[in-house]
């Protein structure tokens, strides 16, 4: 896992704990409810950082055709969170 992925971790605890000091969700029982909040923040974050890797002006210049543009994009965002293929 990448430095950018353990951020957003760290990033996704935020609402949760807010939510938990609310007595919304108790953090120190570790309930599925929090995990659920937690596992939703977090992809909710991953899915929004591909979409700045997609919308990055490098993959607004690329000029390759449909197919090649989604393997280029595939191959961008997998780096950018350090998954090997």
């Not at 000029?63 to 393997?71: H, L, Q, R, T, V």
Request: glycine share 6%; charged share 30%.
């Amino acid at each position: 896992m990448n430095e950018r992925i353990q951020e957003l971790a760290l990033e996704a605890f935020d609402p949760i704990n807010a939510l938990a000091s609310e007595g919304v969700a108790d953090r120190h029982t570790f309930d599925q409810a929090w995990f659920q909040l937690y596992n939703k923040k977090f992809a909710e974050l991953i899915v929004r950082e591909c979409g700045t890797v997609i919308n990055s002006e490098n993959y607004r210049q690329h000029s390759k055709g449909w197919n090649d543009a989604i393997e280029w994009a595939d191959g961008m965002i997998k780096e950018h969170f350090g998954v090997e293929e």
